[in-house]
């Protein structure tokens, strides 16, 4: 599961994750994987890939208008 423990130094709320995912790439994870690492694995770890984790009708989503 990728994910960065805010609270340490040099890691930054919303910016540490993407080189977390570049660098899961790097490590040889295919695009998918790494993504899939950051969305639904998470979800499905803690029991909620009902309601979160990936893109489909009836759940909880964020505005991917403001993440351009």
């Given at each position: 599961m990728a994910g960065s423990d805010v609270g340490f130094?040099?890691?930054f709320p919303g910016f540490s994750i993407h080189n977390e995912l570049a660098l899961l790439v790097q490590a040889e994870l295919?695009?998918?994987?790494?993504l899939q690492a950051a969305?639904?694995?998470?979800?499905?770890y803690?029991?909620?890939?009902?309601?979160?984790?990936?893109?489909?009708?009836?759940?909880?989503?964020?505005?991917l208008r403001n993440l351009r």
């Open positions: 130094p040099y890691v295919t695009p998918m994987e790494a969305t639904r694995n998470p979800a499905r803690l029991g909620l890939l009902d309601s979160l984790g990936t893109v489909e009708k009836g759940k909880v989503a964020a505005d």
